[in-house]
């Protein structure tokens, strides 16, 4: 019996206008009063729940639909916090849950408070649906909402892996980092993120003698700094295909409307060095997929200086250096070395990440994922994906869990770009497309 989905539409676009109106904002989260609102929505159905306070106004909250045990559990994870808005930018109210023009405004729309509304609503659906009904589900149904995902996950993810990991035993976990993007030609397709690069800080010290500024040095730090940048902007990382990246392009290849591109798609899997690398070449063009090609460089902070009148000694900048699945942080800093031809100037490694395996794109989860997506939409794409961003699926996947990230929302790619940014949105008609996603995709793997 399908759930009367007109019913469950409305209640949908409801319940996230409630969750968008929680301040959520990171810092400080102050998530508790939505955890709270979670776990009442949840009680009030029979749900069972388990809240958690790692510290004053941070929250996690599990629920459990039980089933019969005859397989290891499956994860519905979403996180509650948000990141800051500059509302002089906004043309609506970022925590009203604005509706106009066919879409839904409000910080936390697309990340990641849609995907949580979509997920409280399945947990609510299969207990209505399936286990009021009498029917049983052959694995647990675990709710995670989690805090501080927008800065780390130190009293979020990272904090229940270190304190509660049982409440996390799963085989499978369905969670945020990939999307649903519509192209030209009007077609779409679901990336699923399998695996996430790894997130590292490199920082480059420039010195130069000190002095005062009214007497210019030859080896100012900061010009030493400057010139360092300006060789390192000329540096490429060499192209690695992984595994998901190889099956992500393969796919792809399908749908793709660009004959430029496409032709660039089957040159790179084609199993030729010279085709893939011509390939690589035309791809590298477009931002994202560059991104997924090879380990990436970018500078973020600098620092030099504290008086006008006083050179300083000492320059630095900070780099997100993001390696792929396999790749050595100290192999890329090596390289970076390499390209830069300045006297005093050094390399250090001030933060490493932790590598994740990929989880399985052959898996039971994922061929749930894609079987849903065919019901709504047979002509969809279902691709791997290999996530430049960070999530707390690495975290899972880190204890055995194979988590899969969805963004479940088809959206043209100038929506998606609102996330983290202003008036972010998201149309009502592919909210309604996500909910049905996840719900589909779990009835299928819980039953």
């Given at each position: ?311 300083p000694d000492l320059a630095t900048a900070d780099f997100n250096v993001r390696t792929l699945p396999g790749q050595s942080v100290d192999d890329v800093v090596q390289r970076m070395r390499a390209a830069v031809n300045q006297p005093d100037v050094a390399f250090e490694i001030t933060h490493r990440g932790e ?93």
């Amino acid at each position: 019996m399908s759930p009367d989905w007109e019913s469950a539409e409305k209640e949908t676009v409801s319940r996230l206008r409630e969750i968008i109106r929680f301040d959520t904002t990171n810092p400080p989260g102050n998530e508790l009063p939505l955890a709270l609102y979670l776990q009442r929505a949840l009680a009030a159905e029979g749900i069972e729940t388990t809240l958690l306070e790692p510290t004053q106004n941070r929250a996690q909250l599990v629920a459990r639909i039980r089933g019969t045990g005859a397989h290891r559990p499956v994860m519905l994870l979403a996180h509650m916090d948000v990141v800051s808005v500059e509302r002089a930018h906004w043309t609506r109210d970022p925590f009203a849950g604005d509706i106009a023009d066919g879409y839904l405004y409000g910080r936390g729309a697309i990340d990641d408070k849609g995907m949580l509304a979509a997920n409280l609503m399945t947990m609510l659906l299969l207990k209505r649906m399936v286990v009021s009904s009498g029917e049983t589900l052959s694995r647990d149904v675990v709710f995670v909402a989690t805090s501080d995902e927008e800065a780390g996950g130190d009293w979020g993810m990272g904090w229940l892996v270190a304190n509660h990991p049982q409440l996390l035993d799963a085989e499978f976990a369905l969670n945020e980092g990939g999307r649903t993007r519509m192209i030209e030609g009007g077609k779409t397709y679901l990336a699923v993120q399998s695996a996430e690069k790894i997130s590292h800080v490199v920082t480059l010290i420039a010195r130069g003698s000190a002095g005062h500024a009214a007497i210019p040095l030859a080896d100012n730090a900061v010009f030493r700094l400057g010139r360092a940048l300006d060789q390192l902007s000329r540096h490429m990382e060499p192209t690695i295909l992984t595994d998901t990246t190889r099956l992500f392009f393969s796919r792809l290849i399908d749908i793709w409307p660009n004959a430029q591109e496409k032709k660039a798609m089957h040159d790179l899997v084609l199993g030729d060095e010279t085709a893939s690398e011509r390939g690589a070449e035309v791809l590298s063009e477009t931002p994202v997929f560059n991104a997924v090609l090879r380990n990436g460089i970018s500078p973020t902070i600098l620092h030099a200086g504290k008086q006008i009148n006083v050179i300083p000694d000492l320059a630095t900048a900070d780099f997100n250096v993001r390696t792929l699945p396999g790749q050595s942080v100290d192999d890329v800093v090596q390289r970076m070395r390499a390209a830069v031809n300045q006297p005093d100037v050094a390399f250090e490694i001030t933060h490493r990440g932790e590598e994740a395996p990929a989880s399985d794109p052959e898996s039971p989860m994922f061929h749930a994922i894609a079987s849903a997506a065919h019901e709504l939409d047979p002509a969809i794409a279902v691709v791997p994906y290999l996530s430049t961003g960070v999530t707390d699926s690495a975290r899972l996947r880190r204890l055995g869990v194979k988590a899969y990230g969805v963004l479940p929302f088809p959206m043209h790619q100038s929506d998606e770009e609102r996330m983290h940014g202003n008036d972010e949105r998201v149309p009502i008609a592919s909210l309604h497309f996500g909910t049905r996603l996840i719900f589909r995709s779990i009835e299928l793997i819980a039953r």
